[in-house]
């Protein structure tokens, strides 16, 4: 018979207590004999076929491997009884048919098979069995026995019969508390499974990675799954991969739109073969998916945790809301997660402000105390300025000169990031040659040069297309990394300026063998007020490269940063090609 007709698992210890059944049976089977045919008195009166003496040795022959075999196999307990319910029926009706028939005193072991099949099967199934069994035992005695009043025999089919429901009833009694019981205890057992997944998640100190893992090897865990996933919502809407237990799934992988709806549903079963299995799984093996969504505590979307099972299968009561609690803590302990990351990044913003801040304000005393100590110094020598000699008055007007340009240049750093950041620069954008604005700006900074003994390069092609760029602006960018270069290399150092044509713009990089900058400090150099620690005691106040990033993004272009093949920086940007074939 198939499984299916099998009740619910019944406690283990139901073939034990069968067992002790079974030879109490067997006693009290003996005891009647004994009572109904005492040795003093051995006549009989109907005829007896086999000696009571040899059907007790089989009996025992019989029920010995028969109790190893129950004790050892369980086969009520465990849904597996038609062998042990098959030998005992026949037994059974052997021995009532050989003994006497309805007469038998050994009609007793005929509740064994009575009990078994009460037990073993549901309510529907084991009230047939009971009345086929009756009707068997019936059929038997009528056969074997001497002939007697019918009212005896349907009194006795009738008593077997309100024994075996009775068992019936009994025994849907006993699966009842034990439904009760499994159920408590896989109750508690997931309430277990859950602190632990909590605990864990607790340990895992806000962080949001480690909370990944911790969820992903829990759901894997306790569904026996192939893999599972985490996929988060990107700002911009799209899924990709947070964190995941194949090396199948890439971090950061876009999956995609998802081909199920993304409603409030708490628990959403797919498989390989309906209308909306997912085109991201990539396991040829994997034939269903579980997906739980991942909301905040104000059931915003967060994300989507997803389970790989090998097999299809239904899944149980427990284990939904196993995964539903899991999804629904997990959206809880994400959104604390992100919540927390989010006001650390603020915190860390606050302080890098703060740095930035003191940085600035001690970068500005600096520019400006130094011009002024200068002038405050000559401004004594003002008076006699006639009476110097020619030679002393040209170094004093030209010391002037310079500070004074070094004050203007700081001012006029400050308000064009002022005017930057409020979007009032426009651009008057022409066809420019990159090339003649190079040996211009080049030129123009050759007293410097000289005084460093610096030496420069230049490898700009021939044929160099013109860039769309606004020529004072060009000028701004590069001067700005020139003078960086200028400031920070050693003297006798070299300046390289290299240009080439990409796809739709103009590469131009300024390479240089100075010191360089850290790898961690390039992601922040181009900020406003940002000064690398190592070049504190020459950096201005900040500026330069954040007015030049503006610049170029003002142009539809980009700058970066990268080691030189010189062996320190060297600062790269990108302007679009000219629109017009005539530079300027």
Same mark, same amino acid.
């Given at each position: ?6 009740? #619910?698992?019944? /406690?283990?210890? +139901?073939?034990?207590?069968? !067992?002790? %059944?079974?030879?109490?049976?067997? $006693? =009290?089977? *003996? ?40 004790? #050892?196999?369980? /086969?009520?307990? +465990?849904?597996?009884?038609? !062998?042990? %319910?098959?030998?005992?029926?026949? $037994? =059974?009706? *052997? ?46 005695? +009528? ?442």
């Amino acid at each position: 018979m198939p499984q299916q007709n099998l009740s #619910r698992p019944l /406690p283990e210890e +139901t073939d034990a207590y069968l !067992l002790a %059944l079974r030879w109490g049976i067997i $006693v =009290a089977t *003996a005891i009647m004999y004994w009572l109904m045919h005492p040795p003093a008195k051995p006549s009989f009166t109907y005829p007896v076929l086999l000696d009571p003496r040899m059907v007790f040795a089989f009996l025992l022959a019989y029920n010995i491997p028969i109790s190893f075999y129950s004790l #050892r196999e369980r /086969p009520i307990a +465990t849904g597996k009884p038609w !062998l042990l %319910l098959l030998s005992d029926t026949v $037994v =059974a009706l *052997a021995l009532i048919g050989e003994t006497g028939g309805h007469v038998s005193t050994f009609s007793l072991l005929y509740i064994i098979a009575l009990v078994e099949a009460a037990l073993a099967f549901r309510r529907k199934t084991a009230l047939m069995l009971i009345l086929l069994l009756d009707a068997l035992q019936l059929l038997v005695c +009528t056969l074997t026995g001497p002939e007697t009043d019918p009212v005896i025999i349907t009194n006795r089919f009738i008593v077997f019969l309100i024994f075996g429901i009775s068992a019936v009833i009994f025994g849907e009694g006993i699966r009842s508390e034990e439904a009760e019981r499994q159920e408590a205890a896989a109750a508690a057992a997931r309430e277990h499974t859950l602190n632990e997944i909590f605990f864990r998640l607790g340990e895992s100190g806000m962080n949001p990675q480690k909370m990944l893992r911790v969820l992903l090897n829990s759901a894997q865990q306790l569904l026996n799954a192939a893999g599972a996933l985490i996929a988060l919502y990107e700002e911009d809407g799209t899924l990709k991969v947070a964190a995941a237990t194949s090396e199948d799934y890439k971090l950061g992988e876009n999956l995609g739109a998802l081909p199920w709806p993304t409603n409030n549903e708490p628990l959403l079963v797919t498989r390989r073969d309906d209308a909306a299995w997912p085109s991201f799984v990539k396991r040829n093996d994997v034939r269903q998916l579980l997906a739980v969504p991942l909301h905040s505590a104000t059931q915003q979307a967060l994300g989507w945790l997803i389970v790989e099972m090998k097999r299809a299968t239904s899944l149980s009561t427990t284990d939904r809301n196993l995964l539903k609690t899991l999804g629904l803590e997990a959206g809880l302990a994400l959104h604390n997660a992100q919540l927390y990351a989010r006001e650390q990044a603020h915190v860390q913003q606050l302080e890098r402000f703060s740095e930035m801040r003191a940085n600035f304000f001690s970068a500005l005393g600096h520019e400006l105390k130094t011009p002024l100590t200068v002038l405050k110094t000559l401004v004594p020598s003002l008076n006699r300025l006639p009476e110097l000699p020619p030679e002393t008055r040209a170094e004093i007007t030209q010391s002037i000169q310079i500070n004074l340009e070094r004050l203007d240049l700081l001012i006029n750093e400050l308000f064009e990031s002022l005017r930057l950041e409020a979007n009032m620069i426009t651009l008057h954008t022409v066809p420019l040659d990159i090339a003649s604005r190079v040996r211009r700006n080049l030129a123009a900074l050759k007293p410097v040069l000289e005084q460093k003994s610096l030496r420069t390069e230049t490898n700009l092609p021939a044929d160099l297309p013109p860039a769309q760029a606004d020529p004072h602006r060009f000028d701004q960018i590069l001067g700005n990394l020139l003078h960086n270069a200028i400031k920070f290399i050693p003297e006798g150092g070299t300046i390289r300026i290299s240009a080439q044509v990409e796809e739709n713009s103009i590469r131009l990089c300024v390479d240089d063998n100075g010191p360089g900058i850290p790898p961690e400090d390039r992601k922040q150099i181009f900020n406003k007020f940002t000064i690398v620690a190592q070049r504190k005691a020459t950096a201005g106040v900040g500026l330069g490269l954040f007015i030049s990033r503006e610049l170029v993004h003002l142009h539809g272009g980009t700058i970066w940063v990268e080691d030189s093949p010189l062996g320190g920086s060297r600062f790269c940007f990108t302007l679009p090609l000219a629109l017009e074939s005539e530079p300027e």
